[in-house]
């Protein structure tokens, strides 16, 4: 069956790089996303990439997957206090429905 | 102003009654999906429709109905049979031919 792992928490200062990982264990993964979300609210589609790209940038953002391993991750420079949020995994086989598959979330903690 | 809105924020049932969460967009997206959260989870899909009038069961399905008679709404209901209804359940949309998946604020379901 479908599995998305995240780790739990990250912390990092103002300014620094954070990068959120996540492993996925269907191979036959067609989109892979990333979502954050604040308290209280629903789910901001920040980037995904289909299966076929190493690598997409989106100015503050960049996601690396590698098929191989079945890894992606975030890359978000220069953090800011506003990108302290949960950070969602998420992907997507070529299946007809469209569905996603979520991960349990990373929770980005941004110290000043 | 286009979007996906989910009405009330916030609702509040005694156990035994079935309740009704309300999903609009005025996006023209075909499919639309029913999501839940539980606390320190991912989210897990309930039901999906990919064109008015079908609709098909997620993942966790049982104690949940749904109904598409419009393009734009596709309500939710939690009915009696739902063991643990408490959550906060989420709505989405995609458009036709796409795997870009956009979701509503939410609604928080508290059952007594």
């Known amino acids: 069956g479908e599995d998305v792992e995240q780790s739990l928490f990250l912390s990092v200062r103002e300014g620094d790089s954070s990068v959120i990982n996540c492993t996925y264990t269907?191979?036959?993964?067609?989109?892979l996303y990333w979502y954050k979300q604040e308290p209280g609210a629903g789910l901001q589609l920040l980037t995904y990439?289909?299966?076929?790209?190493d690598m997409k940038q989106d100015q503050r953002l960049t996601v690396l997957l590698n098929k191989k391993d079945k890894h992606l991750s975030l890359r978000i420079a220069d953090t800011q206090t506003g990108d302290s949020a949960i950070y969602f995994c998420?992907?997507?086989?070529?299946?007809?429905?469209?569905?996603?598959?979520f991960g349990s979330g990373t929770r980005l903690q941004v110290q000043p | 102003d286009g979007g996906i809105t989910q009405s009330p924020k916030y609702l509040f049932r005694k156990e035994g009654q079935n309740v009704t969460l309300s999903c609009e967009q005025n996006?023209?997206?075909?499919?639309m999906y029913w999501y839940r959260q539980d606390p320190g989870q991912g989210l897990r899909l309930i039901y999906y429709?990919?064109?008015?009038?079908?609709?098909q069961k997620g993942d966790i399905a049982e104690g949940y109905s749904v109904s598409r008679e419009k393009k734009e709404s596709f309500p939710l209901t939690v009915t009696s049979a739902q063991k643990n209804p408490t959550a906060f359940y989420l709505c989405?949309?995609?458009?036709?031919?796409?795997?870009?998946?956009?979701f509503g604020p939410g609604t928080r379901l508290t059952v007594t």
């Open positions: 998420a992907e997507t086989t070529d299946t007809g429905r469209r569905a996603l598959t």
């Open positions: 990439i289909f299966s076929n790209m």
């Open positions: 429709s990919q064109i008015v009038n079908d609709f």
């Open positions: 996006l023209n997206h075909d499919a």
């Open positions: 989405a949309s995609t458009p036709r031919d796409s795997y870009e998946q956009y």
């Open positions: 269907d191979s036959s993964s067609t989109y």
